[in-house]
């Protein structure tokens, strides 16, 4: 009876493990969500402030070309950081839909066969279990 028990007790740690890990992912979820929502606003930032320049000196034939083309670089690393933040986090949402229950553990024989809660002998072998 006391080695059922030990079971019963292994599989409740067993649940609490799983929701603990089910919970990690959603923490890093929620990380990586808020940090494509930080890149996000810096590109937007980005293509505000170059609207506003071309806006304000493209009549006045002032544009430097070169500030422009560093402004889109800028805006394009954050475009790519922005897509391989969103992979991850694809990656990561498949993974744990992927994720198989977990095989619930079973007692077993020295000889490989699975053990009865009750069992004094092994159906398989023979093997004397227990007391
Ligand atoms: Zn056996």
Redesign the pocket.
């Known amino acids: 009876m006391a080695d059922f028990f030990t079971r019963v007790r292994r599989n409740i740690n067993k649940g609490i493990s799983t929701v603990s890990e089910k919970s990690a992912v959603f923490l890093e979820t929620a990380k990586i969500k808020g940090q494509i929502g930080k890149l996000e606003d810096q590109r937007n930032e980005l293509l505000q402030a170059l609207g506003h320049y071309v806006y304000q000196n493209f009549a006045a034939e002032a544009l430097d070309e070169k500030f422009i083309a560093e402004k889109c670089d800028e805006i394009t690393a954050l475009e790519q950081a922005i897509a391989a933040k969103t992979e991850e986090l694809e990656a990561i949402t498949k993974a744990e839909k992927a994720e198989p229950e977990a095989e619930e553990q079973v007692a077993k024989?020295?000889?490989?066969?699975e053990?009865q809660p009750e069992a004094k002998f092994?159906?398989?072998?023979?093997?004397q279990l227990r007391e």
């Open positions: 024989c020295e000889c490989g066969a053990i092994c159906s398989n072998c023979g093997t």
